[in-house]
């Protein structure tokens, strides 16, 4: 499970670089992909593209550090210690994963207001993109933490029953009878 973490952290930085750099390199296809008709971006344009831009490098940056794949400690018997792959030890895995999913969400929904409301295809890609990124964050959220749905000794989910019986669990627990 620990390795769905670190890829899905590891795409959406990726994804995110990929729209930054995109964004700091050249606004003007931006506005010309998004724009009904070409034309050259205005300096407030450029300026606000560019500072998303960066804004998405240094959250896309800040997701990998907060991985713990970065070691982050001055000393390198500290770095030695905490590159353990099977256990990832940094303390912000958790709530990195919960932001880069709401974030996630969040671009997945104004892209596809914005596609549903005709303005552009590019939008589509997206909503797409960070569809797939929020719900493998969601997915690793339920079921790749300590408190997952997934009971570690019975090994089915800690379903209620309602409105259907788990007649598999009450097996596994000794509570049903063939």
Known sequence: MTDVYYYCNYISAGWL??????????????????????????????????SLGIA????????????????????FSDAADMADAANPKAPFAVPTLTINMFYHTAI????????AAGTSTVYMIAFVMSGIMASVGGWQLLFGTKKGRIASTVGVEKASGFPFKNKEADKKKGRLAE
Do not use: K
């Not at 997945?108 to 596609?115: N, R, V």
């Open 56 to 75: 998405q490098l240094t959250l896309a940056a800040l997701m990998v550090v907060t991985t713990g794949s970065v070691p982050l400690t001055t000393e």
């Open 17 to 50: 670089a990929l729209q930054s750099i995109t964004l700091i390199s050249s606004p003007t296809i931006i506005a010309t992909l998004l724009s009904p008709e070409v034309r050259e971006t205005t300096v407030l344009e450029a300026y606000l593209s560019r």
């Open 108 to 115: 997945a929904f104004l892209a596809y207001s914005q596609w």
